[in-house]
């Protein structure tokens, strides 16, 4: 037996073939019978194809404690995170059938024991295909105004299915993801308690993974146990020093745009900038970035200011992943970037001992931090 | 009027490469601009015309004493030296000889369009040194910075004619290709990293220059007859220049000193 919902689907189904037939030659009692069918495939029409099904999470919303040194999670009014949505979340993350040949998970490139990102210079996606960018962290992506490099994405939700389907990435379409999920029992009754029917549509999938996204916080590093947590000896000597040419506009310069705020420190304006990395022989960029999104020209080059924590553990760097080390980040602030029409103005050439670059190196080691317990991949419950 | 002239044909070839630079231009439309700009006429050395010029840069002043210098800021620097790196500023031998003057035809090449070579003039960065410290290339001759280093550099040259720009070269890193497109002298280098590194590039729209050598000497080979300026230019001692008289198969002499106190 068939829900009411699903047999009204079945019986518009078999009505449309006949819709197709010109009206002229049909009798009276079929023409009662198209009209509606008709009128329902203009609806249709009209509401842009939208799924019917519900995606708000039915569920009790829970609140997401940040560690130390992090401000409260942003949470959309549409997409409370739930137990039920987080933990789908942590499912879909960690499944390689969100790939085209079951080989990739979101994971893949978002790896928990690499800080989550993926240690290559430009990551890979399926059948080895080369993608263009290094896969930036995922954790505290909740608090970043847009996502992605280039900012192409203006929610987690948004930016969350987003690689499934991208050909370089995950190269599988959306239709066939939900299929491939809809015939494992597990995700049925995991969607059900998320949402309230066992329907997989992307826009849940893209709200489960948001909002486990949004629980992979990390903070209560060293520095934030010195700079918030009263532990005047949770720094050494050096990271101390560190911190203050991290800070000051005349030296490191950092803080401008890796921020640090009175009572946290997200260590990224969440904005976008031209720092010269990735610029060519003739002064242009094979990879736009920011300007693809918003075809300004002074945002030629420009990319989204990644956050500092955890960095230690997430070379390469950079957009496309061209710098291996720290000290070769740091050497390329000293030396000011590199030359464009669209240099950030922040950029120049700034003058640091060795001892200052070995010190401004021994404070971005302060900045990682712990991870939440359970965001590895699920248990086999 | 010779030197509009000389600019008139720049300005053509100018043209000429940013059409052809133009790759996805779309094919077999019917052109509205201009009619098609003949392809550049570059000037041939004949060589039946052509003679060669040697000498020696001396300096007569006191030899200066050897300065160390201090690459301790990168440590990594100081094991990639190998040994102790003392300031080339000023090199002179034992016999009073200069070596790394740069050495050119200043004026007298008016008119003539000498195509830039094919093979491109390198400069290394190795053992947190610019190699060579004093280099000529050509106007559109392509410059490849290399970086053999195991630290990551800044090559910025200062240039004022030309454009002026930085890049950072990390280990490792593929070498960069850039162009001077106008006659410069001299263009000061830098490394934005390392205070120390420095280096000077001569820009010139002909391949008439050369660098002197450790006992002093330079050469410069295929020049057509004529009556040229020669000028050296020398980081520390200035510039100083000359009128000589080219004739076919001989060789001409022109020796400079730097007079010091």
Redesign the interface.
Known sequence: MGTPLESWQTGLAGTFPAALLPPGNTSAPLRRILLPAFILGFLGLLGGCKSPVSERPIGTAVEIKPPLGLPPVPIPPDNPPTKETIALGRRLFYDVRLSKDNSLACASCHNPTLGFTDGQQISRGVGGMGGVRNAPTVANTAYLPLQFWDGRAVSLEEQAASPIADPVEMNQTHEVSVSKLGSDPKYQSMFRDAFGSKQITIGRVEKALASFERTILSGDSAFDRYAFGGDKSALTQAQIRGLALFKDPQKGNCATCHTIDRTYALFTDGKFHNIGEGVGDEDTFKDVGRYHETRRETDQGAFKTPTLRNVANTAPYMHDGALKTLKQVVDFYAGGGNSNPYLDKEIRVIQLSGQERSDLMEFLKSLTGELPPNVGPPGKE | MKIFHWLNHCCLFSAVVMTLGCSNAPKNVPSTGPAPQPAPSFYKVDPATAGSLTGTIKFSGKKPSPKLIDM????ACVEAHHGKAYDQSLVVSSNGSVANAFVYIKAGLEGKNFEAPKSPVTIDQSGCWFRPGVLGIQTNQTLQVTNSDP????I?PMAEVNR?????Q??G?AP???HFIKPEIMIRVK???HSWMHAFIGVLPHPYFDVSRDDGSFEIKNLPAGTYSIAVWQENLGTQEQQITVTPHTNTSANFTFKGK
């Open positions: 301790r800021e990168d440590p630290v990551t550099h800044n910025h002026e720009w930085n890049h950072s990390g280990p890193d960069l290709s850039r490394c934005n990293i």
